[in-house]
């Protein structure tokens, strides 16, 4: 199988904090990883596409300053909210893809619900 | 940019009835079409996908139909059962990179038992 794990599962953080999120392949090597938001009842929002090794690429809107993503091995991206604010609040998941050709699927990790206070 | 939209939004099946979901696509580029199915809180599950070289793939009581043609793509459920109840999401993507993605609305699935 292809496990991807997330952590923490849950954050409580007061407003102008920083909070990290960590997604781990646990199983296989994933040279892509990918950050969604999700808000309630809605669909999943990609927020950026991160590259071993490369800078992530951000889908337009999000800002990158603010959500800063670091893929430093081929098993862990990190996603940090900055100075967090209510309205940063929702459930945030990630995705790893593995590398190589046909390289269809990707595997979602079980999300992390953030909320700022 | 690729724009995905999927019907119904909210779905409503007696037990052992078949549902069926649609979704349609603009970018005629996009091969890959992967359906999750998402409980509440927790991480979108694949439960069947096809690439554009095919029109009909099944697997147990799923199937996925595709026309490209049309670009349109369907799921349908037989012998719906009450685990089948969560929201289900469609999705294209073009080439090998199937995370970069865009997403359907989403279809909340309810089987009355």
């Given at each position: 199988?292809?496990?991807?794990?997330?952590?923490?599962?849950?954050?409580?953080?007061?407003?102008g904090t920083?909070?990290?999120?960590?997604?781990?392949?646990?199983?296989?090597?994933?040279?892509?990883?990918?950050?969604?938001?999700?808000?309630?009842?809605?669909?999943?929002?990609?927020?950026?596409?991160?590259?071993?090794?490369?800078?992530?690429?951000?889908?337009?809107?999000?800002?990158?300053?603010?959500?800063?993503?670091?893929?430093?091995?081929?098993?862990?991206?990190?996603?940090?909210?900055?100075?967090?604010?209510?309205?940063?609040?929702?459930?945030?998941?990630?995705?790893?893809?593995?590398?190589?050709?046909?390289?269809?699927?990707?595997?979602?990790?079980?999300?992390?619900?953030?909320?700022?206070? | 940019?690729?724009?995905?939209?999927?019907?119904?939004?909210?779905?409503?099946?007696?037990?052992?009835?078949?549902?069926v979901i649609?979704?349609?696509?603009?970018?005629?580029?996009?091969?890959?079409?992967?359906?999750?199915?998402?409980?509440?809180?927790?991480?979108?599950?694949?439960?069947?996908?096809?690439?554009?070289?095919?029109?009909?793939?099944?697997?147990?009581?799923?199937?996925?139909?595709?026309?490209?043609?049309?670009?349109?793509?369907?799921?349908?459920?037989?012998?719906?059962?009450?685990?089948?109840?969560?929201?289900?999401?469609?999705?294209?993507?073009?080439?090998?990179?199937?995370?970069k993605s865009?997403?359907?609305?989403?279809?909340?699935?309810?089987?009355?038992?």
């Open positions: 199988g292809a496990v991807v794990s997330q952590h923490p599962s849950r954050v409580i953080c007061k407003s920083s909070v990290k999120i960590e997604c781990r392949s646990l199983d296989f090597q994933a040279t892509t990883m990918f950050w969604y938001r999700q808000f309630p009842k809605k669909s999943l929002m990609l927020m950026a596409t991160s590259n071993e090794g490369s800078k992530a690429t951000y889908e337009q809107g999000v800002e990158k300053d603010k959500f800063l993503i670091n893929h430093a091995s081929l098993t862990l991206s990190t996603l940090t909210v900055t100075s967090a604010h209510p309205e940063d609040s929702s459930f945030y998941i990630c995705s790893a893809q593995r590398g190589g050709r046909n390289s269809y699927e990707q595997y979602f990790g079980p999300g992390t619900r953030l909320t700022v206070t | 940019g690729e724009n995905v939209e999927q019907h119904p939004s909210t779905l409503s099946v007696q037990e052992g009835d078949s549902a649609k979704c349609t696509y603009s970018d005629s580029a996009s091969n890959y079409f992967p359906w999750y199915k998402q409980e509440l809180g927790k991480r979108p599950q694949l439960i069947i996908d096809i690439r554009s070289n095919v029109g009909e793939k099944k697997d147990q009581r799923i199937a996925v139909t595709l026309n490209k043609t049309a670009k349109h793509f369907s799921l349908h459920i037989t012998e719906t059962q009450p685990e089948d109840s969560a929201v289900y999401f469609c999705a294209a993507s073009i080439g090998t990179n199937a995370g865009t997403f359907g609305d989403g279809t909340t699935l309810t089987v009355k038992p």
